[in-house]
């Protein structure tokens, strides 16, 4: 299957992200106030050069390349704010970089940013990306990226490796226990496989796929290790194909930039063939009904999916005042 990865930014946008460049800010720990708490921002690239600023599960700045410029964009709920218009313009070689810092700073002062997108799934976004200030501890791998889809052409061949037959095989088995049960049938497995956040072990020999949860969570929680085993069967068939080389590739330059700016710790480089882990975090411990029902759900996947990547499936957790835990639930 033909796959890729590219999210690396070109060195020429690198290059801007230098403290005395356009973008020098940008690489700065940001910070912004949403209802009664302060949140940490994060900085991530995409493709074709794209910068995106997360305010948790929102995006509050998208810098796109246009030509030598980068037009500076938001989702319309915050361009029409009165405090965007300074900074949600076209930027050009020409701006200084006090100019592009103090519009920033001025629009993150006075945007205003809805609380549920900083609750909830945001919240444990911004955790287990290890940017909350009030957190103890820190992750026991190294996030490089979040909101994660591979591209694929032609688009038929993605649609091909989010449902192999054991994948449909388990989803039945789920829907079947969900019967017996008595619990809430989970949802059809929609087209979209985005992964939550993407990760490194310390070591370079494991890729991580993160699925992340709130405690509240409820039906969705449960049924999270089939989520994030969609995820394992669409990269694991990325990495077994032809461009498996250039997805490692770009996983790692990626990485690489990241630490150059000073965005990420230093990174091991991924092996040439990593084993894939599944990861499903929450913040606070899940609901203790949650906790009965999971093995059971891994157990329908241990029966129905083959491989090794289903026995290295843990899930975790991050309370408040404690450092990340795994859960032992068998």
């Known amino acids: 299957m033909s796959a890729r990865y590219q999210r690396a930014p070109s060195a020429p946008l690198l290059s801007l992200f230098a403290p005395d460049q356009l973008f020098g800010r940008l690489r700065e720990p940001l910070d912004m106030r949403v209802g009664n708490r302060t949140v940490a921002l994060d900085v991530q690239f995409r493709e074709r050069d794209g910068v995106m600023l997360y305010c948790g599960q929102t995006r509050v700045l998208c810098l796109h390349p246009k030509g030598d410029d980068f037009v500076a964009d938001a989702h319309s709920t915050y361009t029409g704010q009165e405090c965007a218009a300074e900074m949600l313009r ?14 920033l700073q001025r629009y993150l002062a006075a945007l205003q940013v809805g609380e549920r997108w900083v609750r909830k799934e945001g919240a444990v976004q911004v955790r287990w990306l290890g940017n909350d200030t009030a957190s103890l501890g820190e992750p026991p791998w190294l996030p490089i990226d ?26 039945e088995a789920l829907c079947n226990l969900a019967s017996v049960e008595g619990w809430k049938a989970p949802s059809a497995p929609g087209a979209a496989n985005e992964v939550d956040q993407l990760a490194l072990s310390h070591d370079g ?3 991580i796929l993160v699925e992340l949860k709130h405690k509240a969570d409820g039906s969705a929680a449960v049924y999270a ?4 085993m969609r995820y394992v069967a669409e990269w694991a068939a990325a990495l077994e194909g032809p461009t498996a080389g250039e997805i ?35 913040n606070e411990p899940p609901t203790k009904e949650v906790q009965r029902r999971l093995p059971k759900v891994v157990q329908i996947l241990r029966d129905n999916l083959p491989g ?20 032992n639930l068998s």
Not at 94 to 99: E, F, I, L, M, N
Not at 225 to 228: I, T
Not at 308 to 327: A, F, N, Q, T, Y
């Open 90 to 103: 076209r930027w050009t070689p020409a701006d200084t970089p006090s100019a592009f810092g103090d519009a």
């Open 146 to 171: 979040r909101e994660v889809v591979l591209g694929h052409a032609p688009k038929e061949e993605r649609q091909a490796s989010l449902k192999p037959d054991t994948l449909e095989r388990a989803w």
């Open 205 to 207: 020999k494991r890729l």
């Open 225 to 228: 290790p089939y989520q994030v």
């Open 248 to 282: 490692g590739n770009g996983v790692n330059e990626l990485a690489r930039a990241k630490y150059a700016i000073g965005l990420l710790k230093e990174p091991p480089v991924l092996v040439e063939h990593p084993e894939i882990q599944p990861i499903v975090a929450f």
């Open 308 to 327: 090794p990547s289903i026995e290295k499936l843990e899930i975790w957790c991050w309370p408040d005042g404690r450092p990340p835990e795994r859960l």
